[in-house]
Nanobody
Framework: QVQLVESGGGLVQPGGSLRLFCSAT????????MGWYRQAPGKQRELVAT???????NYADSVKGRFTISRDNAKNTVSLQMNSLKPEDTAVYYC????????????????WGQGTQVTVSS
């Protein structure tokens, strides 16, 4: 079983910073791409940032220059440093990872964390 455990959400004032953290735990061979998505009330879930195991990153236009994604391949963790936060960044943030498991063959599957609330408000 694979689990993604998130932490780091909370309430912050506009212009402030937060750091989200996600750890992949369980039995698996390796973790490929990892990323963060978010879902605001009444809206669809959207990509925030992704990072490959080689370190290539991709960001939503709305967060470029403000958010930074990073990972520790040895620990199977991914972080999202969020600076200059805006009220429109308010959402539930979800960690995502593509994980390779051995089940007689190598099986690749996508996993999601439980979500962590980020609220930007004065």
């Amino acid at each position: 079983q694979v689990q993604l455990v998130e932490s780091g959400g909370g309430l912050v004032q506009p212009g402030g910073s937060l750091r989200l953290f996600c750890s992949a735990t369980g039995s698996f061979l390796s973790v490929n791409a990892m990323g963060w998505y978010r879902q605001a009330p009444g809206k669809q879930r959207e990509l925030v940032a992704t990072i490959t195991n080689g370190g290539s990153t991709n960001y939503a236009d709305s967060v470029k220059g403000r958010f930074t994604i990073s990972r520790d391949n040895a620990k199977n963790t991914v972080s999202l440093q969020m600076n200059s936060l805006k009220p429109e960044d308010t959402a539930v943030y979800y960690c995502n990872a593509e994980v390779h498991r051995w089940v007689g063959i190598v099986l690749s599957a996508e996993y999601w964390g439980q979500g962590t609330q980020v609220t930007v408000s004065s």
